[in-house]
């Protein structure tokens, strides 16, 4: 593999000028056949059999080498869809960066950035590690600095490097240090985000589940089981982090303290811990918080460098940076270049005018900007975040699985509109600050998508067939407690199932507590119905009559709320007691259902599947296999004909779908498939279909166009009422 670079001496990302006056052209050195090309031109073929011997030996030597470097680079190659490479995504390959020279790091004092004491501008875009495989990282950076940016801001989602306590995971997708590394190697800056709390609708906000285990939590406080918990995640993350910084030849220019911590409440005790915990532990960068314009007082701290966030009213937003920190360079860390979508809604999109007015707005007065996001990538898994319309407990709305987010470079790579605008409009008005070295169409390889066809489902297993597979994990409980709660530890996503036999069935259930988010009620196999979240219900169902009944609830979380006063208060699964008209049912049988990896594959080897017909039941499992000839190419699986539920890749879970939209289409990359037998599980919860369907393009759902405000010079002031806001 290549030896990491030094971060640029492109003036420190300065354009410098030719004697000549004309702009230094745009060479890449990271195409091979480009770099062969360069080595023959450079050679003299004049002068006899001897020089021709050396020329011909050297253009030998040249290919040799640049086969090894193929073989080597682990994002540079011209085919993406090749997955030869996935197992060199691991710690092992990281070399942490030299130092070749001193450096003074980003300063934010006065009006304008300085590094290395030379003037500095950031120009960033938002590109989470988490949200992208890592064999297209590389490409998606590539594109980032080719539209003019110098600069890549990504969060640490602390819940995906610590799903379970003390169980660290740093390889494949989450493997940071490799990330830091190919973000180095493309000449690109990186603005650290690691949290404990990140919001990015991102599942709990980025905080563990397990954090719940302790019914008193207080999170994004100074409670101390709180303040032990993020300790350990610091302890193990920040030595991690430290080598990468600018300072000691790294990439890391800034780093940020928690996240928007004003839209929450107010407590610079708890603030100042996250701070001190940080440079305890060895970060020296420049720190930074980000809040809302309105909210910059209470999430901030005092000498630490303030940054404003919006998409309207971008006039006022920066006069309300100014008046609250004149003293310092204007920093946008997030100008939303889009917005995500909630299960139920239009795919949001924004006004093209209006974008290019504010961008345009923010780069005339000098600041310093990140769009958020510039590559939105995808929410795997169950790793979607959710919202509530209101601080109280009702409106509850989980987000979808792709994060498309509407951005410059959409989910599967492809440059949008939005790109052509900004790398306009940085060239307009930001030029000294572009990277000097600018990719060049050859080496940014297409990742176009592919239509694999109509896919028929081969066999099917019911859920409650395949809870056999889970009898090592189940669990006897005398209450029903949500999975956070389970006497062996925290479940952190997924489903959850709970059982109990009963020799008489009462006509009505009643919850009379909550469910979160949505439970399906079973009774010897018929569907009764179904709860959603908060409702407090009864629920009729009239079975047939039999010696003794069987009652199933599955619950699904849909996703932990990541945004606003109600973070912290998401445990799920049943809340409290399911009662009969005369008394509450105890002694469940509870089955942690996860959809681990390990499960999905394991279905595989299940010896009770049963060929599909119209009637098979859900929910259930449902399976096909997908042959492949070629090298994989992305593709996206349409599953409108569906209900709703998650689909599985080789084991790989790549989201959810329902039917309700907007999304309708899940993004497959390409380094999910292989050449071969391709395993496709669907597990549906509410209504099956006989076939998939894998087209070439997205359909995120019927648009619904969104405007920017573009306001006006008007006198701004700062709030700066405390007493309003505290802390939950």
Known sequence: MPRPIPLP?????KRRNSDSGERSKS????????????????????????????????????????????????????????NRYAGAYDSKYVKHPKLIEPRKGLNAWGQTFMLDNEPFRILSGSMHYFRVVPEYWRDRLRKMRACGLNTVMT??????????????????????????????????????????????????GGLPA???????????????????????????????????????????????????????????????????????????????TSDGASH????????????????????????????????????????????????????????????????????????????????GGTNFGFMNGANTKSDDLNGYEPTISSYDYDAPISENGQLTEKYIYIKSLLWEYASDYIPVRLPTPMDIPSTHATAYGVLEITEYAGLTDTLSLLKDVQQKVKEAVPMELLPSGAQSYGYIMYRKKLSDFPYRLQFSAIVMDTAWVFVNGMACGSVTWMDT??????????QSY??????????????????????????????????????????????????????????????????????????ALLHLSQAP????????????????VNGRNIGRYRRIGPQHTLYIPAPLLKVGQNQITVFELERMSSSLIFKDHPDLGSPTVMHVHIDSHNKTTVANDKSIHTNP
């Open 9 to 13: 001496t492109m003036n420190r990302l």
């Open 27 to 82: 060479i890449s050195y990271s195409n091979s056949f480009q770099r062969a090309r360069m080595t023959i031109a450079a050679m003299n073929w004049g002068g006899g059999r001897f020089r021709r011997t050396i020329v011909f030996g050297t253009i030998t030597a040249v290919f040799f080498l640049i086969i090894v470097f193929k073989i080597f680079d682990r994002g540079g190659g011209a085919d993406f869809g090749d």
């Open 155 to 204: 969060y640490v989602p602390w819940n995906a490097h610590e799903e379970s306590r003390g169980m660290w995971n740093f390889k494949g997708i989450l493997n940071l240090a490799l990330f830091l590394q190919i973000a180095q190697e493309e000449d690109l800056y990186v603005i650290l985000r690691p949290g404990p709390y990140i919001c990015a609708e991102w599942e709990f």
């Open 210 to 288: 397990w954090l719940l285990e302790d019914p008193e939590m207080r999170v994004r406080s100074v409670y101390p089981p709180f303040l032990r918990a993020v300790d350990s995640y610091f302890d193990e993350l920040i030595p991690m982090v430290v080598p990468w910084q600018y300072q000691k030849g790294g990439p890391i220019i800034a780093v940020q303290v928690e996240n928007e911590y004003g839209s929450y409440g107010y407590d610079l005790q708890y603030l100042t811990y996250i701070k001190d915990a940080l440079e305890k532990r060895g970060i020296s960068e420049l720190l930074m």
């Open 296 to 375: 910059l007082n209470l999430g901030s701290i005092p000498s630490v460098f303030a940054t404003v966030n919006f998409v309207n009213s971008p006039i006022q937003s920066l006069e309300a940076l100014k008046l609250f920190q004149p003293d310092r360079p204007l920093m946008v860390a997030e100008f939303w270049s889009g917005w995500f979508d909630h299960w139920g809604e239009q795919h949001h999109v924004q006004h093209l005018k209006d974008f290019k007015k504010a961008v345009t707005i923010i780069l005339e007065k000098g600041a310093s900007v990140n769009f958020y996001m510039f590559h």
């Open 537 to 546: 219900i009864n629920l009729s169902c009239s079975p047939a009559k039999a």
């Open 550 to 623: 069987l009652l199933e609830i599955l619950v699904e979380n849909t996703g932990r709320v990541n945004y606003g006063v109600r973070v912290g208060a998401q445990w799920k699964g049943i809340i409290g007691p399911v009662s009969t008209a005369t008394e509450e049912i105890r002694d469940w049988t509870i089955f942690p259902i996860t959809m681990k990896e390990k499960f999905i594959n394991g279905l595989w080897g299940y010896n009770k599947w049963k060929k599909l017909t119209i009637h098979a039941k859900v929910p259930g499992f449902f399976h």
């Open 633 to 648: 190419r992305d593709t996206f699986l349409y599953m409108k004909a569906w209900g709703r539920g998650v689909v599985f």
